[in-house]
């Protein structure tokens, strides 16, 4: 029997390219989203697979939301944590909302999704979580105080639920991409990504296939041993 996958933020950008990559892979996968129908529907209309619309920052819509999945699909083994936005600002103009409404689509999140599958991964003593973080949680930016916050702690989260899941066969790791080619990063202002690219030594962006190849090498069932790592995708623009 396929593996069921699930990707939140699954029908645009990166997490187009992890859920196609992963049914390309042989899993059976159900993406989410926010609130993007027309995206949703070309995403099904071009991939055959399913979308689920919920949003990730809300706990009880979560469990709702997964539920549903796990009744029509099947019990998600694969959970990949993809789902996340941008409010960028300085500190000083932003306010609380902004600052709230990254932290808890970005962050509490891993939280909600992850409570509503560990219990079903436990119990089947199999498991495989990815959360998408960043180089920018890493090496945190100007204007960005709430997401290199959140991108910071899902980093913290990943190291500690791996301490959590590894006697149960349960690994749980984080891919920190660089900047990678999608409408989030299109978003950014033309003459300051020309500078961020020149940063970049490889001299270009990522794609979105760049970041899913990363995930399709942490969940395959061979990747027993490598839990609560985080796999750097920047092209060489942050090095540990
Ligand atoms: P994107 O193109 O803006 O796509 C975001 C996806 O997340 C969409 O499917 C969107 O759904 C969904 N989403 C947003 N808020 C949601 C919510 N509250 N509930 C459910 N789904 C939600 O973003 P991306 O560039 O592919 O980024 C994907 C992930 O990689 C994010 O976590 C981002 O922080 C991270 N990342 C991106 C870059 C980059 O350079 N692009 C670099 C480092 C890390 P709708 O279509 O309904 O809006």
């Not at 984080?174 to 989030?184: E, F, N, Q, S």
Request: hydrophobic residues 40%; glycine residues 12%; charged residues 20%.
């Amino acid at each position: 029997m396929a593996r069921v996958a699930l990707v939140t933020g699954g029908t645009r950008g990166i997490g187009e390219a992890i859920s196609v990559a992963l049914k390309d892979a042989g899993y059976n996968v159900a993406a989410n989203y926010a609130g993007n129908d027309k995206a949703a529907k070309a995403f099904t209309e071009r991939t055959g697979i399913p979308a689920y619309k919920f949003d990730v920052s809300d706990f009880d819509a979560v469990q709702a939301g997964i539920a549903k999945i796990e009744d029509e699909v099947g019990p998600v083994e694969v959970l990949v944590n993809n789902a996340g936005i941008t409010r960028d600002g300085t500190l000083h103009r932003m306010d609380f909302d902004n600052w709230n409404a990254v932290l808890q689509t970005n962050l509490s999140s891993c939280f909600s999704c992850c409570r509503a599958v560990i219990e079903g991964m436990r119990g089947r003593s199999f498991g495989r979580i990815v959360n998408i973080g960043s180089v920018n949680g890493q090496a945190g930016q100007y204007g960005q105080v709430n997401y290199a916050a959140a991108k910071s702690g899902i980093h913290g989260f990943t190291k500690a639920l791996a301490k959590e899941g590894a006697a149960k066969g349960i690994t749980v790791n984080a891919i920190a991409p660089g900047y990678v080619d999608t409408d989030m990063v299109r978003a950014v202002p033309e003459d300051v990504l020309g500078k961020i690219i020149k940063t970049i030594p490889v001299g270009r962006l990522g794609t979105a296939e760049d970041i899913a190849r990363g995930v399709l090498f942490l969940v395959d069932d061979n990747a027993t041993f490598i839990t609560g790592s985080t796999i750097d995708i920047n092209g060489g623009m942050h090095m540990y």
